[in-house]
């Protein structure tokens, strides 16, 4: 008997197939260095990273998420000490979901000049960490112009589709962002009454690796598992077990939130 052909239908469902694929593994490298590395690492000290895996992650997390890692720690570092006040970086309380985008990018922008020019109030906020290469030298957008040209390589050889998924998912930490900071800080319940807006919204949770557990996060900010009740899921502490188990890092326990009870 000879073997069936594929069908053409077959073949546009691996296809379908292969650019979701590809979409999700680039995705969750972006949000694993950004939820992991940027934020519960070196934003808090909630975990510590290998020297080798430190040193990795602060040269080359820019080139694969387009933000530079000192920039992006001090600009979080602003918010959780201004959180949900005129001078927080990206508050939806005061600029709204419309206006959240341009808030983010302002926000890093802005954060990201002050660092090069030295201003000091920024610059005492980070001074456990250097700029990187595109950003000390004011060539910050070479990473993005690097991403382009890979997805375009890349959607020559496999498809354009295939190259828009690869691109969608590094690029998707604007989005990300955008997702935690509106809903984190608008839409859902609380467990700890504190002095800010913050929230606990599941869905952004799921979608973020348990970053849309902001109530939680603000109570314990020094902690690298983000939730509190049983049914609340953070994945991001999964990974960071994980990559405890292969040392690449070790999550510092005695920080972490007390469960309820």
Aim: charged share 15%; hydrophobic share 45%.
């Amino acid at each position: 008997m000879t073997k069936a052909r594929p069908t053409l239908f077959t073949i546009a469902h691996m296809y379908v197939l292969a650019c979701f694929v590809v979409f999700l593994l680039a995705y969750g490298l972006t949000i694993v260095l950004t939820s992991v590395g940027y934020h519960r690492a070196l934003a808090h000290g909630a975990v510590q990273l290998h020297p080798l895996a430190r040193k990795a992650l602060v040269t080359f997390g820019p080139w694969l998420t387009g933000f530079d890692a000192k920039t992006w720690v001090v600009m979080h570092r602003n918010h959780h000490q201004y959180s949900d006040t005129s001078d927080d970086p990206h508050s939806p309380v005061n600029v709204g979901f419309r206006g959240l985008f341009k808030a983010q990018l302002d926000g890093y922008a802005r954060t990201q000049m002050a660092l090069v020019s030295g201003d000091p109030t920024y610059a005492n906020l980070g001074r456990d960490l250097e700029l990187s290469w595109p950003t000390r030298t004011g060539r910050w957008y070479v990473p993005y112009l690097l991403q382009v040209a890979v997805g375009v390589v890349v959607g020559l050889s496999f498809g354009w589709w295939i190259g828009i998924a690869l691109l969608a998912g590094l690029m998707s930490h604007i989005v990300q962002g955008a997702i935690i900071n509106y809903f984190g800080h608008a839409h859902g319940g609380r467990n700890f009454d504190i002095d800010d807006n913050s929230r606990n919204n599941h869905p952004a949770a799921w979608l973020v690796l348990g970053e849309g557990f902001q109530n939680n996060h603000h109570r314990y900010p020094s902690s690298a598992r983000f939730s509190y009740r049983w049914h609340e899921v953070d994945l991001g502490f999964v990974v960071c077990r994980l990559l405890e188990a292969v040392r690449v890092l070790r999550v510092v326990d005695k920080t972490l939130m007390p469960r309820p009870g």
